[in-house]
């Protein structure tokens, strides 16, 4: 008789024991593709990000867009972070019920349906959530969502008053714009008026030191005009929060901020990395990788099985950590190129390749788990198994 067909949760949960099996073992013994942290790189990251923030006198809030991974909020958390930030009600709702305890949702959300299970949430859940706006619309579905939830507390859930600081997305569009929202929040006992959200997402990629300098006085001025708004009104803004890895330097120095959301940092990608460097700002290493194998040979290119199945490719493709000397091309979905000044410097079928992410966010929703790596890439020895609790959770 026939067995019958694995299922794909079944044969999800069978890679994911195979994985915790490994616990232990050599990372040369890691099937490939796979998605790995270097965790003393990591944690060197975290160590220094955290210093930093406290020698600005700045509260830390890391985005959790960057992981996904409620126990790597929780690593934050314990070095000092006050909570996380995400994009999406399913990633804040992913996070949460795995324990993280502060998630701020740092993005618009419109839909009944959602605002319904964050509310749903915001009742049952230890965990305090926030939410950013730029419509009256908004303000008003979160607290009819509260409202139909039963959520009677006062002030039960945070909000913040998104403007545009320059990145032309979302936000409001003027300081007056944000004291009519600023007003209709208040109106509403189960809502708090937090403060300001103010990210530039554009200017954490601009090469430049002086591009972003640029940038960000503008975000500065934005934020000053809509704080004299409110000021005159005579309402205080309690906060100020925003900032990324690329730009984290200049909201540090502003005297405006208070709040860092930087998250690229944990793990810092190619497209980061390709960021000219800021005096003063912490020096962050890579600690995200793919692995990958030579699968087949050409005379002048080697195939790693490592394609867009394994990494996201919209800011650039990976670059290669080792070996040295190589060149990452697109191979398709299933296949990477590499290729190499010389036939002789390219590696052997079965050699291990390691590539570095062109964007770690979107390559981190492709993997239902990081493999934890102590002791380097090279010699290290598998640690852990770190689930990607928000993987999918695009809603």
Known sequence: ?????????????????????????????????????????????????????????????????????????????????VGVCVQKTDEALALAHAGV???????????????????????????????????????????????????????????FVEIDVGHGRCGASSPEEALLLAHQIQAHPTLRLAGLQAYHGGAQHLRTAHERDTALAASADAVRETMAQWQAAGLQVPLITGAGTGTLVREAGSGLWGELQAGSYLFMDADYAANEGDPGAPVFEHALFVKAQVISRGAHHAVCDAGHKSHAIDSGLPTVASPPGLQ???????HGLLRAAAPEQLPALGDTVWLVPGHCDPTVNLHDFYVGVRGGLAQGVIERIIPIDARGAIR
């Open 1 to 81: 008789m026939n067995a019958a067909p694995e299922t794909w949760l079944a044969a999800r949960e069978r890679c994911h024991a195979q994985a915790l099996a490994a616990v232990g073992q050599p990372v040369a013994s890691l099937e490939t593709p796979a998605l790995v942290i270097d965790l003393d790189a990591m944690e060197r990251n975290l160590q220094r990000m955290a210093s930093f923030a406290r020698a600005h006198g700045l509260r830390l809030r890391p985005h959790a867009k960057t992981h996904k991974s409620a126990e790597l909020a929780r690593q934050q958390m314990a070095l000092g972070a």
């Open 101 to 159: 305890t502060d998630v701020y949702i740092s993005n618009e959300v419109l839909a009944e349906s959602k605002l319904a299970r964050l509310a749903q949430a915001v009742r049952e859940l230890p965990c305090r959530f926030a939410l950013a706006v730029d419509s009256l619309l908004g303000i008003e579905r979160l607290a009819a969502a509260l409202a139909q939830a039963r959520v009677e507390q006062a002030g039960a859930i945070d909000v």
């Open 328 to 334: 990452f091309a697109n191979g398709g979905d299933e």
